[in-house]
């Protein structure tokens, strides 16, 4: 018998893409409220403790700035 290998996700918002909109729709499709920023210039980020990975925000943002990441 095999076991398999479980993958985790993780949500990330790319600084590259990400235009730190003041008005952040990913920001505000989280049900978790899992988007966190320091300054309001700055991109925000994602506190994986509060994510529900419901990856409702990846929709949302018209930058295409939530990535996900699958981990082994």
């Given at each position: ?7 985790t ?22 049900r978790g ?16 403790s509060?994510c529900?990975?419901?990856l ?5 943002c018209p930058f ?7 981990h082994k």
């Open positions: 018998m095999s076991v398999g290998t479980a993958r996700i993780l949500l990330k918002v790319d600084d590259d893409l990400c235009h730190a909109c003041r008005k952040c729709l990913a920001g505000e499709a989280c409220s899992a988007f966190r920023r320091f300054d309001r210039e700055d991109a925000p980020f994602i506190d994986t509060r529900w990975g419901c409702d925000c990846i929709a949302e295409d700035a939530v990535v996900r990441h699958e």
